[in-house]
């Protein structure tokens, strides 16, 4: 009975890329694998000279008051000049541009980086449609050509193959294979499509087959390149409320050693031994923490490049640290899990029905249904012999498909007569069908179940007309698991994340998929508030959340999350929506995320440690050398263990060590401190006795050998 009308043309689907897959990345994103290079610390000087400005100083207070020191002990030089305070002097000018220099050098390699990107910014024209409307096919819209600064949010934009995508947008009508390699540096070709979870275009790649039209969603100067631009450069960098803290925490000790230095006047004076501003400043800063003043922002930043080496762009510095904790990790089934291509594979009809018929019913409920998943049942059904085109009906009504109702279909009339076809969620539809006062077979449940046991996605196909409502058989929607998943999840099990699979698919489904990637656990029939509501219960229970997703459905749990990575294939909404975007798509990938944002919390714990450490010892090098000999003091000279050369000696040993152990942990900073899978406790243990017993070694041993050195220089 549906075979009545001519075959039109359906859009044909360019032929799939082969899977993402690692080791074909553009070089230039791997700068520095950690190492730093000599080069790169001479090409740096320049900035870190320029950030001697006041301005820029004060945003680093331990350091801004190196720099007032600096000045004192300058002006005291001048004054009465003297080589003990020229030697002071100059290496507490050493220590301010060695602490900007750990600054400018973790800059300095996103530049290079930068640069290229810039490159790839698009100076293209863009093909805007004057009225475009959707549904609505046509290839002579009134077209003008515009600068692709001029793109506003809402312009519609055709792209055809050979051309540059003009701006950020998503795909409203057609298919396109798009190289994408200017933004992820994966050469291979993605499929971008309308309708579904893989409609995001990135404004500089190549449309290479086909044509599109693409609704415009980023503003001139805040596309996702641009911000990409911003984000390797470190100019947008902000500081995250751990660096707050710790920057808190470091100027209070500044202040409390500011206090002591200045009482520690009135009793030298006491004692019949005055000391010399320069003395007072150099006592100053080795006592404040410098080491890890100098280093806390340089650690930040290169925290942000692993990132970026990794693929991932992080919008926040404060995800990337709240992915150091995290303990739970959402994932969103199809396309994050899974390639993300359902596709129909087999029309399974009930009893009595022949495959023809319901390959006719399924086809006609598709003709607009513009997922990915509706236009392969069209496609299929082609395969049957049956071709129906969306022109057939001039007074068909059709119903989209939406992830509350997980149904679509159409409402037409025939001969006179109405008729109906949904297709969707086994239970969703079986619901229509009995609320029209239809018998749903149970055969309808069996064809559901056993498609889903196998992994696959069943959608129920129903009819209503004046026969009734009664079931006509399913469709066999296929997905393929992502290669590799299962063990990257074990990984994530092994740092003690819990893996939870999301997804609006029926739970067998979605029991049969889990058990393949080795998720710890699932939530099947998941509607995007249940998502969201999942994340909001996890935090409640204290665990920090992270969410992997592509769809727009995604986007409320992506924003809610702790971290929210987006894949780059998904759409607009869910980019716009999470605070990182995985340039490759994978969503293993957190595991490298989790990695940098451990490494960076240790990192930083381990030079924090360090750097206070030091400065006890450092107390203990300088204090006995500036009071020895004086009388009343002479218990103090037998702290004088290291035997050091001159109390001069003594003090600009101290000062030299304390410069020149930035410059030595500037590539530990950069690098990180290695992080292996154990547990938080082990890991603290482990750093507080390395980094601890360290700092407070260090400068024994280093100042010894500089005094040794140095007590050649007449006059110190
Ligand atoms: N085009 C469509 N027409 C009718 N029903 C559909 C269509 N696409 C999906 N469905 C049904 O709706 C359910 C929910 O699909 P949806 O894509 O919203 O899932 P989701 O929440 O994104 O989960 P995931 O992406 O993790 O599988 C599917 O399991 C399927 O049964
Ligand atoms: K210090
Ligand atoms: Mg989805």
Redesign the pocket.
Known sequence: MLHLLPDQDVQATPTPPPPPGPGRRRSHRKVGGGLVDPKQLVASLPDAVRKLHPRVMVKHPVLFVVEVGSVLTTLSAVLEPSVFAWVISVWLWLTVIFANLAEAVAEGRGKAQAEALRRTRSTTVARRLRSWRVGIQSHDWEEEQVPATDLRPQDFVVVAAGETVPGDGEVVDGVASVDESAITGESAPVIRESGG?RSGVTGGTKVLSDRIVVRITSRPGHTFLDRMIALVEGTSRQKTPNELALNILLASLTVIFILAVVSLQPMADWAGAPQTITVLVALLVTLIPTTIGALLSAIGIAGMDRLVQRNVVALSGRAVEAAGDVSTLLL???????LGN?RAAAFVPVKGISAELLADAAQLS?LS?E?P??RSIVELAKQHGIHHSDGDFSHGRFVP?S?QT????VDFAFQGDFCRIR????N?VVQWVARRGGQVPEEAAWIVESIAAAGG???LVAIEDPDGARVLGAVH?KDVVKPGIAERFAELRAMGIKTV??????PL?ARAIAAEAGVDDFIA????ED?LARIREEQAGGNLVAMT???T??APALAQADVGVAMNTGTPAAKEAGNMVDLDSNPTKLIDIVEVGKQLLITRGALTTFSICNDVAKYFAIVPAMFGGVAGYEGLEKLNVMGLHSPTSAIASAIIFNALIIVALIPLALRGVRYAPSSAHALLRRNLSLYGVGGLVAPFAGIKLIDLLIQYIPGI
């Open positions: 979870d969103d089934k199809t396309g994050t899990i899974t359902r598709s249904d997922t998943e509706g498909f992830a997980r149904m679509s279909g297709k969707g969620a086994g969703a996605t069943p959608l929607l699979m999301v997804t609006g698919d029926n489904t029939e998941a509607t995007p998502k997703g592509d769809g459905n995604d």
